[in-house]
């Protein structure tokens, strides 16, 4: 137990330092982003006056605490301005939004998990900051991938996922907290500190984290984070990414949704669509005929998807890209999909629940 304490201790220290937030911070860990997603909102001082931002590029781990607490205290939740021709966010228009609807809470993805576009949250999080608000950084497709420092992030909580680009596992996740950021306790239970008072610690991180730590779920972030010294991630999944990008372009009948402003705003994951195909089908003859995985479906963002008009695909087929994935894993995927014949796909019944 004592070795366990001091494992937990110094893959905090390694969080913090991955995110230059020694002096800044105070890690939460919690057992996954979604989780950590609930606490940050409803922790939150909310009543009807205030307004809450987000993208359309937002997760359902945000929309869905963030719906539920809206009708629950009838706070408004705006959407962040885009433009319509790119589908990037629209930094002008969104000044001028919270000049008129003043922001209370502004929460953003770093990295849309649909089509890998880094979101500018840096510069919206610094507006918003002029008015006080409380910014999130939902970082779980991030951590690990993009450099972030806490302090020019303007953020009051980065969000991080141990299983996807700390490649970690599941289990772990959590939070970085700004020092005397104002934020109520969520969760209660036990976590064995003044057991004998019914309240919360009034500490933090200790005060957000109730019940039993998933140590080997720790452990295995911390083992994570030490490997991650010894490689750079970003410049060898870009490099594949605009490889992956141009194969797929290079395909007539398929549609790449792509971020926008190029491959320097491009994280580690793409979408694509074959002619009319739906996903699923798409994704079912990858897996069964030449075991390439995919992720079909809506991806638990359904907002982004009206904007991409992938309606009649019923979603879109999602790439993901590691340090771990070669050229020639492009080029076996490439292949496939050259090789999927539409007149036969048809004849695959499509899952309907993707």
């Given amino acids: 137990a004592i070795e366990a304490t001091k494992m937990i201790r110094n893959t905090k220290t390694e969080l913090l330092r991955l995110c230059n937030a020694e002096k800044e911070a105070v890690v939460v860990i919690s057992p996954s982003a979604t989780v950590a997603l609930n606490q940050l909102i409803h922790g939150q001082k909310w009543d009807s006056t205030k307004n809450a931002y987000v993208s359309f590029y937002e997760h359902n781990s945000v929309m869905r605490p963030l719906v539920r607490a809206r009708n629950i205290h009838g706070f408004q939740i705006r959407a962040i301005p885009h433009h319509r021709e790119d589908l990037s966010l629209d930094l002008e228009a969104t000044k001028a939004m919270f000049e008129k609807y003043r922001p209370d809470f502004v929460v953003l993805s770093a990295i849309s998990n649909v089509t890998g576009y880094i979101l500018p949250a840096k510069e919206i999080f610094a507006m918003a900051k002029e008015y006080g608000a409380f910014t999130v950084l939902d970082a779980a497709q991030a951590m690990g991938f993009l450099p972030i420092d ?205």
């Fill in 150 to 354: 806490f302090k020019e992030f303007h953020a009051d909580a980065i969000v991080f996922s141990g299983h996807k680009t700390l490649y970690a596992t599941f289990g772990v996740a959590g939070f970085l907290l700004r020092n005397g950021a104002p934020l109520d306790v969520f969760l209660t239970g036990g976590n064995g500190i003044k057991s004998t008072v019914l309240n919360m610690p009034d500490t933090a991180p200790e005060k957000f984290e109730a019940g039993s730590p998933d140590t080997p779920a720790i452990a295995g972030l911390q083992a994570a984070l030490q490997w991650r010294k010894t490689v750079d991630v970003y410049p060898h999944e870009k490099e594949l990414m605009e490889y992956l990008i141009a194969s797929l372009e290079s395909i007539p009948q398929v549609t790449v949704y792509k971020a926008p402003g190029g491959i320097d705003r491009q994280g580690g994951v793409v979408s694509f669509n074959l002619a009319d195909l739906d996903c699923s089908v798409v994704g079912i003859i990858l897996n069964e005929e030449h075991d390439i995985a995919v992720r079909t479906g809506h991806h638990c963002a359904p907002a982004i998807h009206a904007y991409l008009k992938d309606m009649e695909n019923n979603g879109t087929v999602r790439v993901s890209i590691s340090y771990f994935t070669t050229k020639e894993d492009i080029d076996r995927l490439i292949s496939a999909v050259r090789g999927i014949e539409p007149v036969k796909a048809r004849q695959i019944p499509p899952i309907k629940t993707c």
